[in-house]
C-alpha cells in the first residue's frame, strides 16, 4: 500500500513540476519577445532618417498598432520617411515569420556599408555612423571581400598598438630615446607607425588622410593624425574601441630634428648612407610642384622606408595614383580594389563620419531646405582669383553650363507669363544647395528665378549655407562650416564642381558623383564637362621612372590604370581600363 501511495505522489509532482516549467517557458518566450520589439524601436529609434524626430516619444508615437488578433497578438508598422526614400518596418509578436525580415537585414546591411563598417559602437557618441545611409543614395559600388578582410585586420592591429595599449607606450619611448640619441636603438619595437601631418585646407587634408589610411593598409602600419584645434569636433573616431588622435603631450607632436626621407635618398644615391637607419623620418608630400620625394613611388624606397617604424607623412593631395606606380603595391591594391575608380568612394566613408555638432547642422539644413525637393542640385564654386575671373564672367559660364545641359530650367521672359506644366499637375521643385566663400552666386541665381515660371513648370530654390568671403587656416569655426558645405554637396542628385578643387573632389568621392567640372575662363573655352571618374585628381605626382632620371613622357602607355585629369592637365587620375 505504500509503495502505490508513493507512486501516485511521485506521479503527482512530475505532472505539478511540467505545468510549471511549461508555464515558465511561455512567460520566458513572452518575455524574449518583449525584449526583442522593444530592441526593434530602439533601434529604429537610433537610425531614424531625414524626416524623422530625434525626440524619443514622438518616435514611439510613429511605432503604431496595426491589428489586434484574437490571441491579443500585435503587429507594428514602423514607417521612417526619408524624403527619397520611405523604409518600412513590421514586426509580429506571434510565433510566425516576421514579413520584414529581408526588410530589416537589408537595412542593417544598407547602415554598415555592406559591410565596410563594423557594429559596436557606441550609437550616441556618433550618429552620423548610424544614419548617414538614409541621407546618400545607395552606392552601387560594393567594397570587395579582401578590402573588408584588410580592415578587420587593420582594425585589429589599430587596437593592439593604438595610443593608450601596452605596444604603443613601449614603441614610443624607445623611438623617443632614439630621436634623443640622434641616432638608431638597439632595442626594436613591435608596431610600425605613420603620423599623419596636416597640410593646406580642409578639402587637401581630408584627400590625403585617405591617401596615408590606404598607405597605412598596404605597409601594415598604424595610422595617427595630428589634429590641432583647427579639426577638434569635426569627425568621429573611425577605429572601434581605440582612438587615432595623437596625443598632444606625444613626443612626437612636434617633428623637429627628425631626419627626412629626401635627405636620406640622396645619402644612398651617393653611397654614404649609414647602415643605422633612424627610426623614425619625415616625408614630405605636400601640395606643391616639387620634386623632392620623386622617388617615393619607386620599389627601393619602399624597400627602405619599410624599415623605419615611425613615418611622419606630411601631405596635401590625392597620392593614390602614385602606389599603381609601385611594383610591390600591385597585387594587393588589385585584391583590394577590382573596381580602382571607387577607391575614395570606400576610404572616405570608411574614415570620415560627421561629428554629432556638425550632423546637426547638415541633418537640420537639409530637412529645413533640401528634403521636400524632388531633386537636388550642388553647385560648388571656387574662384581662385577674382582679378582674373570677376564674379560676373564665372557666373555666366556656371549659368551657359546648367541651362545647356538642362540641369536648370530657362525662365519665361516678362512679357510671358504663362507656366507649362508639361501636362502635369504636379509641381516639380528643385533645391539648387550653392557652396561658395562669396554670396554672389546665390543672391544671382534667387533673383533670377524669383518671381518668375521657369520653361518646365519646375520651382527652383536656392540656398547657400556659409559665406566667409575668403578661406581662414587653422580655424576651427571655418574648417566646421566647410565640413557641413562638403557634406551637404555630397548629397545631391547631380553636381557641379570647380577645377581643380580638393573641396569638389571630398564631395563628389563621398556621394560617388561624376560631376560636370567648370572649367577656368582664363584658360579654356570649354565651359564645362562632365567627369568620367568619382576619384580624386593627384596634382603633383613623380615625373621620373624609377630606374633612371629620365622623365616619364606618357603617363597612359607606362601605368595602364592612370591617365591625365580633365580640370588638370598636368595631374593623373584612376580608371578602371582604358579611356
Not at 508615437?61 to 520617411?81: L, P, R, Y
Amino acid at each position: 500500500m505504500s509503495f502505490i501511495v508513493f507512486v501516485i505522489a511521485l506521479f503527482i509532482v512530475i505532472m505539478v513540476t511540467l505545468m510549471y516549467q511549461n508555464s515558465s517557458f511561455e512567460q520566458l518566450e513572452m518575455l524574449s519577445k518583449d525584449i526583442a520589439m522593444k530592441d526593434m524601436v530602439e533601434k529604429n529609434i537610433t537610425a531614424g532618417g531625414p524626416n524623422a524626430t530625434t525626440n524619443e516619444s514622438s518616435l514611439r508615437q510613429n511605432v503604431t498598432q496595426e491589428k489586434v488578433g484574437a490571441k491579443g497578438e500585435i503587429d507594428t508598422k514602423f514607417k521612417k520617411s526619408t524624403g527619397s526614400k520611405n523604409i518600412l518596418l513590421t514586426h509580429s509578436t506571434n510565433n510566425s515569420t516576421p514579413t520584414s525580415s529581408k526588410e530589416i537585414i537589408d537595412d542593417n546591411k544598407e547602415r554598415l556599408l555592406d559591410g565596410l563598417l563594423v557594429p559596436g559602437f557606441d550609437k550616441a557618441s556618433c550618429i552620423s555612423r548610424l544614419q548617414s545611409h538614409f541621407y546618400h543614395k545607395s552606392s552601387p559600388h560594393k567594397p570587395s571581400p579582401y578590402l573588408i578582410s584588410k580592415l578587420r585586420k587593420y582594425e585589429e592591429i589599430h587596437r593592439k598598438c593604438g595610443p593608450n595599449s601596452r605596444a604603443y607606450n613601449r614603441d614610443m619611448e624607445i623611438i623617443a630615446n632614439s630621436k634623443n640619441n640622434n641616432g638608431s636603438s638597439c632595442a626594436s619595437t613591435t608596431c610600425k607607425y605613420i603620423i599623419w601631418v596636416p597640410a593646406n585646407g580642409l578639402g587637401n587634408q581630408i584627400i590625403s588622410m585617405a591617401s596615408s589610411f590606404l598607405y597605412a593598409l598596404l605597409t601594415d602600419r598604424v595610422m595617427l593624425v595630428k589634429f590641432g584645434k583647427d579639426k577638434e569636433g569635426l569627425f568621429c573616431e573611425p577605429f572601434l574601441n581605440s582612438t587615432w588622435l595623437l596625443s598632444k603631450d606625444s613626443p612626437f607632436w612636434n617633428a623637429e630634428n627628425i631626419q627626412s626621407y629626401q635627405r636620406t635618398i640622396d645619402m644612398e644615391l651617393s653611397n654614404t648612407l649609414n647602415e643605422d637607419l633612424p627610426l623614425a623620418m619625415h616625408v614630405d608630400l605636400r601640395y606643391s610642384p616639387s620634386h623632392d620625394e620623386r622617388f617615393f613611388h619607386c620599389d627601393h624606397s619602399q624597400f627602405l622606408l619599410s624599415k623605419i617604424p615611425l613615418l611622419f607623412l606630411e601631405a596635401g593631395q590625392y597620392f593614390v595614383p602614385s602606389f599603381f606606380m609601385t611594383p610591390i603595391f600591385q597585387k594587393e591594391l588589385s585584391k583590394m580594389f577590382p573596381e580602382i575608380t571607387s577607391i575614395f568612394h570606400h576610404l572616405a566613408r570608411y574614415l570620415f563620419h560627421p561629428s554629432n555638432k556638425a550632423w546637426k547642422l547638415i541633418t537640420s539644413f537639409y530637412q529645413q531646405h533640401l528634403a521636400k525637393a524632388n531633386e537636388r542640385i550642388g553647385l560648388q564654386i571656387r574662384v581662385l582669383n577674382t582679378k582674373s575671373t570677376p564674379h560676373e564672367l564665372f557666373m555666366n559660364r556656371i549659368l551657359n553650363c546648367t541651362l545647356h545641359n538642362k540641369l536648370l530650367p530657362k525662365v519665361f521672359d516678362t512679357k510671358n507669363t504663362s507656366l507649362s506644366s508639361n501636362g502635369k499637375n504636379k509641381t516639380i521643385i528643385k533645391a539648387v544647395l550653392v557652396a561658395s566663400l562669396y554670396p554672389q552666386y546665390s543672391e544671382n541665381l534667387k533673383m533670377m528665378y524669383m518671381n518668375k515660371s521657369t520653361v518646365t513648370g519646375e520651382v527652383i530654390e536656392v540656398y547657400q549655407p556659409s559665406s566667409e568671403e575668403e578661406q581662414i587656416f587653422d580655424d576651427n569655426e571655418h574648417n566646421m562650416k566647410a565640413w557641413v558645405d562638403m557634406y551637404l554637396l555630397s548629397l545631391s542628385d547631380e553636381l557641379v564642381t570647380t577645377y581643380q578643387s580638393t573641396f569638389g573632389y571630398v564631395a563628389k568621392g563621398l556621394g560617388n558623383s561624376k560631376p560636370w567640372i567648370l572649367y577656368n575662363p582664363a584658360n579654356s573655352m570649354e565651359i564645362c564637362e562632365r567627369e568620367f571618374t568619382p576619384e580624386p585628381c593627384y596634382h603633383y605626382p613623380p615625373s621620373h621612372y624609377c630606374d633612371s632620371e629620365d622623365v616619364i613622357e606618357d603617363v597612359a602607355s607606362s601605368f595602364p590604370n592612370i591617365r591625365h585629369c580633365k580640370d588638370y592637365s598636368f595631374g593623373l587620375k584612376l580608371v578602371n581600363s582604358s579611356v
